[in-house]
Every structure is written in structure tokens, then in C-alpha cells.
């Protein structure tokens, strides 16, 4: 018997849900499809923000560094660097830009771009607008900096001359990361000079110079050559000449003033004087039962008195009582580093501190000295701007490890040969004005050279130049002489660990960086 047919038939099919998967499924696919697209369109559109603001940072960098003086200028140039820089797809469409001056030396950039989107368009009717925005600070201050190190003979204690020569090497890296994002070219410029009891320049590169003695005309040269009826000129190229031997190239503190002026080399006093560490007398013959240390060639007269011994001229022609170097013959004391001049070649300065070497007694003042004269612009290398040019800094950071010393010896000469000449020459001068005399004790002497240090620290602050100090390791004396020397309070670093020579001098890039080339 059949059952009746249900009396609602539409009702059943209604209430039927065999296949409802299948037609959300279908349902959902256009919204699904729209939103992959739309993330796909999403994604494009912040890749192609990501690369607008780059390469709207490097034209507005770059177009800051050119020498355009008006907003149009500057426009040309950001647009050819903004396009240079801009790598992008053909549904990306650059659409407008702008870079003009603003008030405070600042340069700044917007630029907006189009994308042409897959599925988004459907949505807000057109393409997608991308922008980006820059601002850069336009040339602050060009800075050259000296950095005058010391490598006496106390450096070689301990790890002192390794920590220096890592913080030094750090600090030419992080001026020179620092240049690279300055505005202009060539914003960080770098001089190197080591320092002991004298500083030595390339003895071939400035033989003739001008501002070299090269006949003897300074004073100096006299003070020194004696015969039995008194002085004789001496020409110290032609000395070395005679005993076969070049010039290495260290030069001595020019005659009070000028060894704390920078007044240009020209002629007499003014010129610097090649070191040439004369010939002592014969040992023990002499008549005064102590061996010199540097008696190279026998003195060639049968005179009793020492400084006539010590003085002749014509015995540098005669035999080596033993192998000339840097500490024995006329070079004796010559054995450090060669100063490096104002550079861009941060590798070369890099690999010139490597090569430092720790020998000989602390003379600040002629290691300051030099660090002017890389920065001055005046001779001996005329480097450095003239005083006063805009928009440039000159800088010096002195570290030394010790207090300012002149050897004392047991000889008539009351000391080994250095860049301050024989003590008995007078040519340091004490705070009075008068000369530092034979016999002086090691206070007398230390204080001494510390006066000239005070007025060469005074004559440099005086024409701008900052400095910084930093005193490593060093318990005895005053730390008063550095402190007084830095441009302010802290511009000076007492730095009681040499391991932390490295933060030091990272410190001090820091300000530089800061004061100088960020502002």
C-alpha cells in the first residue's frame, strides 16, 4: 500500500540540507579572492613605500651636498638622484617630488608615487598613492683633526701601547663612518702624530725642503760645533753627508718662541733644524772616566777639553767605530713613527698606527707643536684652512702616558742628545723666560717644559683650535697641565686603566660627531 504524498513538497526540499558545503564554499570564494589580492596589493604598496623613502633619503643627501643655492637648483639635482636611486616596476608611477631649503641649514624631500593595484582599485575607484618624506641637516662644520700620540719608551709597559693603538684605530673608523653620512664630501680630514722625545717627518720627501735649515743659517747648528777658538758654522746635511748616512727625517724644537708658535718656517730661527745626534766624545779618553753613549767616530784632536772633542767638524769623515741605527750614530733617537699629514686615507691611518713603536723620553710640547702644525695653514705643510674659513673646525687630541722629561746623564753634557738639543744650550725656556741651565734638577726640567706646554696650549686655544687631553696610567705629578690645556673641563680624560683607551677615544669621536657634523 503506498503512503500518501506529503502534502507540502516545498517544505521538504527547504528543509533539505544535502550540498549546503558546496554552496558556501561557492559563496565565499569572491570575497576570498578579493582579499588575497587585496593583501597581495597591500604588500606592493609597502614594498614600493619602503623603496620610495630609501632612495628619497640618499637624493635628499646627496642633493644637500651639491652647491645649489635655490630651491630650484636643488630640485634639478634631487630629481636626477631620486630617479638614479628609484628601481621600480612599470605599475609603479612616480608622480611628483619636491626638495627645497628650510629654515636652520636643512634641506627637505617629499616625493609620492602611484600603484597600480590588482583588485584595490575596484574598491577606491583608481590607484594607490604611496609617499615619502626626508630631511637632512645641510653642511654643519668640515673638521680636521690631529691626533698626537705619544710613543715614548713607557708606552711599551704593560698592554698601554696595544689598548692605544685599538682606540686609535676605532676612533679613525667611527670619523670615519661619521663622514660618510655628513653632507658634504670629504667633511673628516686626519693627521697622525706620534711623539717621544722628538717627532720625525719622511726624510726623504721634505730633504730640500724651504722650511728645512738646509745650510745651517739657524743659530742652532752653531751652539753645538766648538773649536779651541771658539764656534764653527756647521751645515748638518753635509755632516751627514760625511758619515755616509741620510737624514731619517726628526726634526728638533725650533729656538723659544717659535717652538710654541706656529709662526711659518722662512728663514734663520724660523726654520726647523734636521736632528743630528753629534758625535760624543771618545770614551774614557777624554780624561773624564765615563763612557759616552754615542761616540761613533774617533774626535780627531789631541784637545783636552770635551766640548772641542765633541765639537770638531772635520772627524765625520772618518772611520765607524761601530754600525750606524736609529740608537747609535747621528740618527741615534730617530726612531719612531713619521707624522702623517691631513688625509682622507682612513686605511693608511689605520695601518700608520699599527706600525707604531714605544722608544725614547716625553716631550709634549714638541709632539703639540707639530699637532698645530698638520692643522695649521701655514708651513711647514700648509694643510689646514685659514683660520677663521666658515663652516670648519680644527681639532687636536693629545694622549700621553707620562710627565714631561729631559734626560740626566753623568757626562759633561748632563744628558743624552734629544729635540731639545744639550741641556747646557738653553733652549728650554722656564716659566721666568729664562733658560733651563746644566745641573737642573729632574723637577727643574719637568717644569720647564711643562711652561712651554701651558703657552703653546694658550696660542693654539687662541686661534680656535680645541683640544682634547687624555692622561693614561699616570700617579705621580699633576693632572692640573692636561686639564688646563683641554678647550673645557670635559675635553680632558684621566684614564686610570689603559684597557679603556677604547671607550675614551669613542667618546670623543662621539662629540666630535655630534658638535660638528650631526647639528
Not at 559563496?27 to 614600493?48: F, N, Q
Not at 700620540?149 to 667611527?174: C, H, R, V, Y
Amino acid at each position: 500500500m503506498r503512503r500518501p504524498a506529503p502534502k507540502n513538497g516545498r517544505r521538504r526540499f527547504l528543509f533539505d540540507k544535502r550540498g549546503n558545503v558546496a554552496v558556501v564554499a561557492a559563496l565565499a570564494m569572491g570575497p576570498i579572492c578579493v582579499a588575497g589580492l587585496g593583501a597581495i596589493d597591500l604588500a606592493r604598496a609597502t614594498s614600493a613605500k619602503v623603496q620610495l623613502q630609501d632612495a628619497l633619503d640618499a637624493a635628499a643627501l646627496a642633493a644637500a651636498r651639491t652647491n645649489s643655492t635655490t630651491d630650484a637648483q636643488l630640485k634639478v639635482a634631487g630629481d636626477r638622484f631620486l630617479k638614479q636611486n628609484l628601481a621600480l616596476s612599470e605599475d609603479f608611477v612616480l608622480t611628483s617630488s619636491t626638495f627645497k631649503f628650510e629654515d636652520g641649514g636643512k634641506v627637505s624631500a617629499v616625493a609620492r608615487l602611484e600603484v597600480h593595484p590588482f583588485i584595490a582599485g575596484l574598491v577606491t575607484g583608481g590607484a594607490m598613492a604611496v609617499g615619502a618624506s626626508a630631511e637632512v641637516v645641510r653642511a654643519s662644520v668640515k673638521v680636521e683633526i690631529a691626533l698626537v700620540l705619544d710613543n715614548t719608551g713607557s708606552m711599551s709597559e704593560g698592554t698601554k701601547l696595544a689598548d692605544l693603538k685599538k682606540a686609535a684605530k676605532d676612533f679613525i673608523t667611527k670619523m670615519e663612518e661619521a663622514s660618510t653620512k655628513a653632507v658634504e664630501p670629504n667633511s673628516v680630514k686626519i693627521a697622525l702624530v706620534p711623539f717621544s722625545n722628538s717627532v720625525r717627518i719622511d726624510g726623504t720627501t721634505y730633504r730640500f725642503s724651504a722650511w728645512i735649515d738646509q745650510t745651517g743659517t739657524s743659530p742652532i747648528n752653531d751652539e753645538i760645533f766648538t773649536t779651541a777658538s771658539g764656534t764653527q758654522h756647521a751645515n748638518r746635511f753635509s755632516l751627514f753627508t760625511s758619515t755616509g748616512q741620510s737624514w731619517r727625517g726628526c726634526v728638533e724644537m725650533r729656538k723659544a718662541p717659535y717652538d710654541v708658535q706656529d709662526t711659518a718656517p722662512t728663514s734663520g730661527t724660523t726654520l726647523y733644524t734636521p736632528y743630528f745626534a753629534v758625535d760624543e766624545p771618545d770614551s774614557k779618553t777624554s780624561g773624564y772616566g765615563q763612557d759616552y753613549q754615542n761616540d761613533y767616530v774617533a774626535d780627531g784632536t789631541s784637545s783636552s777639553n770635551w766640548r772641542v772633542r765633541q765639537g770638531m767638524t772635520s772627524k765625520y769623515g772618518g772611520t765607524h767605530k761601530g754600525t750606524y741605527n736609529n740608537t747609535y750614530g747621528p740618527n741615534r733617537g730617530c726612531e719612531l713613527q713619521k707624522v702623517m699629514r691631513l688625509t682622507t686615507d682612513f686605511s693608511g691611518l689605520r695601518t700608520a698606527i699599527d706600525n707604531l713603536n714605544a722608544a725614547g723620553n716625553t716631550n709634549i710640547p714638541i709632539g703639540m707643536a707639530w699637532g698645530w702644525n698638520v692643522v695649521s695653514p701655514y708651513a711647514p705643510f700648509s694643510d689646514g684652512v685659514a683660520y677663521g674659513t666658515p663652516k670648519y673646525k680644527k681639532i687636536v687630541v693629545l694622549m700621553t702616558d707620562g710627565e714631561n722629561t729631559i734626560d740626566q746623564r753623568d757626562t759633561p753634557n748632563d744628558g743624552a742628545y734629544a729635540g731639545t738639543g744639550y741641556i747646557w744650550q738653553g733652549r728650554v725656556l722656564k716659566a721666568s723666560g729664562s733658560p733651563l741651565a746644566q745641573g737642573a734638577s729632574d723637577a727643574e726640567r719637568t717644569a720647564a717644559l711643562d711652561s712651554r706646554l701651558t703657552l703653546l696650549c694658550t696660542n693654539m686655544k687662541a686661534k680656535d683650535v680645541e683640544i682634547y687631553t687624555i692622561r693614561v696610567e699616570v700617579d705621580t705629578g699633576s693632572s692640573t697641565l692636561l686639564k688646563n690645556c683641554a678647550t673645557a673641563p670635559d675635553y680632558y680624560y684621566d684614564v686610570k686603566n689603559s684597557s679603556t683607551l677604547t671607550q675614551v677615544f669613542q667618546s670623543i669621536a662621539g662629540q666630535i660627531a655630534a658638535l660638528h657634523l650631526s647639528r
